[in-house]
């Protein structure tokens, strides 16, 4: 809707209020920004509630509207009825909706985790398309709602290694552009925003920056493009930020399909190391974190470091872990069972007249409460750095070679062919010489 007939506010009406999820960081905090610009009150829907306090902080601070926090995490079965009956509990007249929230995985589709994957589903699908069911009629009723959907430009094309990811999208912009064209006429904004790769934490949580394939913006920018589309009169279905991602999505929809395959395969294509069994895989991340965590304690030990050490990628980390708590967790269980054979020996390493726990009991503790000690007390990490550092001296302490082949690509040696009869020297071939081909 354009900017001169935004809402205007009536004293018989409550202000209008725009439901925006995902709103704990990057597009979700821009949108939220912008809405209570236009004077719009927010609804801030996302799992962590620490950065939507500031963010609602700052905007009633700036704009002097109202923004409410809702805690949730749309993946529950009953995340979007429980978000429509705390809306309808506060009263608010809801005008706008903007399904930010969603998440991304890399990796080979063969060795996805099916728990993953059905988080990623009923956060990028499930909850949209409910919430958009649920609220719909109201933003109809209103007269001048607006519905934004984020999709990707990874809904112009499959997209190898990120196939559900890229699946998801795809049915985003589907449902919303089939919205857009049943709601013609009735005073509803619809519109599908399918940004490229964009500087959020969106590659931190998928594990890998394989997804950055396109043209880069700033956050403020593919909101900007959201804007204006729907400042204008006749607002498009759907809308890709950024010219080079434009040009690209139309070709993609041009170009045959084998070769869209092909081009999207080369430019997201797997890590050589995601082929690697698991439990190999896991192996070999634990004990490059060992010798991290050996080298520059705790603290170096990311997920950077570690996946650099093990000459893998994030993609690796990512699909052996999830994420680098989980890590942490296998690396105390690995030098904890040091720790035990050690003692069963009565070659453990620490002084006993050191004041510092053992491992054992850290762990018992439980990881989240060990790694706020970690912060506090150097004994502690100094314990976690004298076992594994003993790991790392341990006699007999194998590490399985991540590849059986001696070859550095991980592919076989080409076998050589012998030439065909026709095309020996001398013999009958094409080119008609008495010499024959050589």
């Known amino acids: 809707m354009p900017r001169s ?42 799992r962590r509630r620490a950065p939507m306090d500031a963010l609602a902080t700052e905007l009633e601070a700036a704009h002097g509207i109202t923004a409410h926090v809702v805690p949730l995490d749309l993946t529950d079965a009953d995340a979007a009825a429980r978000l429509l009956a705390r809306v309808d509990e506060l009263g608010l007249d809801v005008r706008a909706l ?120 700033p956050v403020p920018e593919v909101v900007d493009v959201a804007f204006r589309a729907l400042d204008r009169r006749n607002t498009p279905p759907s809308v890709v930020a950024g010219y080079r991602n434009r040009v690209t999505a139309v070709a993609a929809g041009l170009l045959p399909r084998r070769l869209t395959l092909a081009v999207a395969g080369r430019l997201t294509g797997s890590d050589p190391m995601t082929r690697m069994p698991v439990a190999e895989r896991r192996r070999a991340l634990v004990d490059a974190a ?73 762990v018992h503790a439980g990881l989240d409460r060990f790694l706020d000690l970690l912060v506090e007390d150097p004994l502690r990490e100094r314990a976690l750095l004298e076992l594994t550092l003993y790991a790392l001296r341990t006699p007999g302490r194998k590490r399985r070679s991540p590849r059986s082949t001696p070859s550095t690509t991980g592919r076989p040696p080409p076998r050589s062919r012998p030439r065909p009869a026709s095309r020996a020297r001398g013999g009958s071939c094409r080119c008609r010489t008495p010499r024959g081909c050589s």
Do not use: C
């Open 98 to 217: 903007v399904n930010n929230a969603g998440f991304g995985t890399y990796g080979a589709f063969a060795e996805a985790d099916p728990a993953r994957i059905a988080q990623e589903i009923s956060l990028n699908v499930t909850a949209v398309t409910l919430l958009s069911r649920l609220f719909l009629p109201g933003l109809l009723a209103a007269g001048d709602g607006i519905l934004v959907n984020v999709a990707s430009t990874a809904a112009y094309q499959p997209g190898p290694y990120l196939a559900v990811y890229a699946a998801t999208k795809a049915y985003v912009r589907s449902l919303t552009e089939a919205l857009w064209q049943e709601t013609r006429g009735t005073g509803l904004t619809v519109l599908a925003l399918a940004p490229g790769p964009t500087q959020t934490e969106f590659f931190e949580a998928a594990g890998s920056e394989k997804f950055k394939v396109g043209q880069m913006l």
């Open 290 to 362: 060992v010798r991290v965590i050996a080298r520059e304690g705790v603290a170096g030990a990311t997920t950077r470091a570690v996946v650099a050490e093990a000459g893998m990628k994030l993609a690796s980390l990512h699909y052996a872990f999830g994420s680098r708590e989980e890590l942490l967790e296998a690396v105390i269980a690995d030098v904890t069972e040091q720790e035990r054979v050690a003692a069963e020996d009565g070659l453990l390493p620490l002084d006993p007249d050191d004041p510092a726990p053992t491992m054992a009991q850290v």
């Open 5 to 46: 007939q935004e809402p205007t506010i009536d004293a018989t009406r409550p202000r209008p209020a725009a439901v925006i999820t995902g709103a704990s960081a990057g597009f979700g905090v821009e949108f939220a920004r912008r809405f209570a610009d236009r004077g719009y009150d927010v609804v801030l829907v996302a």
